[in-house]
């Protein structure tokens, strides 16, 4: 168990509908990334948060949009779903700091989201 | 960010020891190389990091020449729990800015 948690494991959806993804970061962690996996793909960095500010941005399509709360938990808003979108979305959550090695990223156990 | 190759997929035996090579050609000055493992519908898991030479922990070992252009990962006598996906990211970890990519990984077939 990483300490990283993510709701919900499972979502179906249909074309068209909009659906918000959540995760809680391990206690003391104020990074939060996003990642979308497809079948057979590897992961692909979405974006990342840090205290509340967006700090890095990868391959998110402007349909997809993210935040972190003041408790530090965040959420990806995934709108006018495809099927293409259909994939496993992990969240990490890692601990700020000057050195590499406080830098690793403990991943959540995924969301997994069908469009139908 | 740096672009790194590793090979798509492995066979070994257990008991054997894996080495697994990653490429990165345009490594900066502050990039760290680092590699995670990840078991089928589980998000990845660290393994090891490491900045030049050789790092060892419990699980692996991580070989960087002195150009750091590559890295190997090597897995001492591997066991049918170590099947998995390995991947080899390269990027800047500094001040809670952190902008690395995963790329395809290594998927690892350990067979009995």
């Known amino acids: 168990d990483s300490g990283v948690t993510q709701t919900p494991k499972h979502l179906i959806t249909a074309t068209g509908q909009r659906v918000t993804l959540r995760c809680s970061p391990r206690?003391?962690?104020?990074?939060v990334y996003w990642y979308q996996q497809s079948l057979d793909q590897g992961l692909q960095f979405l974006i990342q948060?840090?205290?509340?500010?967006?700090?890095a941005k990868g391959n998110i399509l402007e349909r997809f949009s993210a935040q972190q709360f003041p408790d530090l938990h965040s959420e990806l808003n995934l709108s006018s779903l495809e099927l293409g979108d259909s994939a496993l979305y992990f969240c990490a959550s890692s601990v700020a700091g000057g050195t590499a090695s406080y830098n690793e990223q403990f991943f959540g156990p995924g969301t997994r989201l069908t469009v139908l | 960010l740096a672009k790194t190759t590793q090979p798509i997929s492995m066979d070994s035996y257990e008991g054997q020891e894996v080495n697994i090579t990653c490429s990165h050609n345009?490594?900066?000055?502050?990039?760290?190389i680092t590699w995670y493992q990840q078991f089928p519908s589980q998000g990845p898991r660290f393994i090891i990091q490491g900045y030049k030479t050789k790092v060892t922990n419990e699980v692996a070992s991580l070989f960087i020449p002195a150009d750091r252009k590559s890295s190997t990962l090597s897995l001492p006598r591997v066991s049918l729990s170590d099947t998995a996906v390995y991947y080899c990211l390269v990027g800047v970890f500094s001040g809670g800015y952190q902008k690395v990519t995963f790329g395809t990984g290594t998927k690892l077939q350990v067979i009995p």
């Open positions: 345009n490594i900066a000055t502050n990039d760290y």
């Open positions: 206690s003391g962690d104020l990074s």
């Open positions: 948060y840090y205290n509340g500010e967006e700090r």
